[in-house]
């Protein structure tokens, strides 16, 4: 069974900057992809980022394209997401996911694609 946690969140002013980290843990961390999502109220679940098995190709949204940054650590099982000159509508509940142990490269943006999700830490951005 795939665990993540994520921590890391918090309340930053706008143009301020956070790091996200989404600790995996139940299967070997290097053999699958990693995204990220988010969650504002009253919204459905959007895609923001995703990284390959190895960190070597990643995907974004549009909205975030050169602001945030997705990165992996396979030796600490930890995917990141770096995230600068953030906005209020950055505002929302993020969470790390992984894809079916079926599609372990799996990093597109569908959110179908993903099995295994975190509980979620909350950015709140003020203007």
């Known amino acids: 069974q795939v665990q993540l946690v994520e921590s890391g969140g918090g309340l930053v002013q706008a143009g301020g900057s956070l790091r996200l980290s989404c600790a995996a843990s139940?299967?070997?961390?290097?053999?699958?992809?990693m995204a990220w999502f988010r969650q504002a109220p009253a919204n459905e679940r959007e895609f923001v980022a995703s990284?390959?098995?190895?960190?070597?190709?990643?995907r974004y949204a549009e909205s975030v394209k050169g602001r945030f940054t997705i990165s992996r650590d396979n030796a600490k099982n930890t995917v990141y997401l770096q995230m600068n000159s953030l906005k209020p509508e950055d505002t929302a509940v993020y969470y790390c996911?992984?894809?079916?142990?079926?599609?372990?490269?799996?990093?597109?943006?569908?959110?179908?694609?993903?099995?295994?999700w975190g509980q979620g830490t909350q950015v709140t951005v003020s203007s």
């Open positions: 996911a992984a894809p079916s142990t079926d599609t372990p490269g799996y990093y597109d943006p569908d959110i179908d694609g993903y099995d295994y």
């Open positions: 990284v390959s098995w190895s960190g070597g190709l990643t």
């Open positions: 139940g299967r070997r961390f290097s053999d699958y992809a």
